[in-house]
């Protein structure tokens, strides 16, 4: 079976707190993709990074890092220094190299950070 | 500007009504995706195409219908048979199922 668990559905920190997002998936694919998306107010998804199964390596861009390990099934995603702006929910979502084979999202986490 | 419209923004049903929602897009996506999202919620599958004048059901396609017709046009009907149309619905494509799906601003259906 393919899933994707978001533990966290609610996060709320402080302004230039740290914070990180949990993400844990299932699939007895050997090759796949995973996918964080921000939901903002708007309602609009926006598509932050997709990482294929045979690519470990960890990756930061600006404030956003992701951490993916193969051996506990995990795409981790960290907000360094959290801003205001940072407040929406966060999907993550996998699918999978064979042709027809649709996404699969976790429930979602909301992350408020208040100032 | 490439991307994905949706119109309208909010839409209102009376009881027994079909709406017709529009999704776009001029990306030259071969995919295109409907989903439903309830307040709270995650993410739920209505229908998909992956290519012209084929589609396929998603979890929740009772109650709806589509059409793909043209590449970049992919519309959701929402029949009087969708006893509980309330929701946020949202169109994504993507060039292949494969790949990144990329979202349209979505609708809000209200009821009446």
């Known amino acids: 079976a393919q899933k994707v668990t978001q533990a966290q559905t609610e996060i709320s920190v402080v302004e230039k707190e740290d914070v990180t997002l949990d993400c844990v998936y299932e699939?007895?694919?050997?090759?796949?993709?995973l996918f964080w998306y921000k939901q903002p107010p708007s309602g609009e998804l926006v598509f932050l990074i997709r990482?294929?199964?045979?690519?470990?390596q960890n990756e930061i861009s600006g404030r956003y890092s992701w951490n993916f390990q193969k051996s506990t099934s995990s795409f981790n995603f960290t907000i360094t220094a959290s801003q205001v702006v940072d407040s929406a929910v966060y999907f993550c979502?996998?699918?999978?190299?064979?042709?027809?084979?649709?996404?699969?999202f976790g429930p979602g986490t909301r992350l408020s950070v208040l100032p | 500007d490439g991307g994905i419209t949706q119109s309208p923004k909010y839409l209102f049903r009376k009881e027994g009504q079909n709406v017709t929602l529009s999704c776009e897009q001029n990306?030259?996506?071969?995919?295109m995706y409907w989903y439903r999202q309830d307040p709270g919620q995650g993410l739920r599958l209505i229908y998909y195409?992956?290519?012209?004048?084929?589609?396929q059901k998603g979890d929740i396609a009772e109650g709806y219908s589509v059409s793909r017709e043209k590449k970049e046009s992919f519309p959701l009907t929402v029949t009087s048979a969708q006893k509980n149309p309330t929701a946020f619905y949202l169109c994504?494509?993507?060039?292949?199922?494969?790949?990144?799906?990329?979202f349209g601003p979505g609708t809000r259906l209200l009821v009446l």
């Open positions: 994504a494509s993507s060039s292949s199922s494969q790949e990144t799906q990329y």
């Open positions: 699939t007895r694919d050997t090759t796949y993709y």
């Open positions: 990482r294929n199964s045979f690519d470990e």
């Open positions: 979502a996998l699918t999978f190299f064979n042709y027809g084979q649709n996404f699969v």
């Open positions: 990306l030259n996506h071969d995919a």
């Open positions: 195409s992956q290519i012209v004048n084929d589609f």
